[in-house]
């Protein structure tokens, strides 16, 4: 069964940068596509960002497109999620998940438990 665990999280100023890490145990992480997505307190989960299998193709949401860079290292079963110029409005618990590409979260079946990411004004 895949396993995700998410790292990186952290206090940062506004316009400071977080690298998240996504770190996955099982074989098979390579035929899935990854994505970020992220949950503020009070609102429900939106996708930020996601990648192919190979890395092929990625795909953003407008709130953090230009900011943000998801990357992905199958020989450490590690997808990364580079986020630069970071907006109060970043603060969320940022989870990973490996499945079929796409932005919706049903699309996802294996899911991290979360990174704290907090950005101060």
């Known amino acids: 069964q895949l396993q995700l665990v998410e790292s990186g999280g952290g206090l940062v100023q506004a316009g400071g940068s977080l690298r998240l890490s996504c770190a996955a145990s099982?074989?098979?992480?390579?035929?899935?596509?990854v994505a970020w997505f992220r949950q503020a307190p009070g609102k429900e989960r939106e996708f930020v960002s996601t990648?192919?299998?190979?890395?092929?193709?990625?795909d953003y949401a407008d709130a953090v497109k230009g900011r943000f860079a998801i990357s992905r290292d199958n020989a450490k079963n590690t997808v990364y999620l580079q986020m630069n110029s970071l907006k109060p409005e970043d603060t969320a618990v940022y989870y990973c998940?490996?499945?079929?590409?796409?932005?919706?979260?049903?699309?996802?079946?294996?899911w991290g438990q979360g990174t704290q990411v907090t950005v101060s004004s």
């Open positions: 099982g074989r098979t992480f390579i035929t899935y596509a």
């Open positions: 998940a490996a499945g079929a590409y796409g932005r919706l979260p049903d699309r996802y079946g294996a």
């Open positions: 990648i192919r299998w190979n890395g092929s193709s990625t």
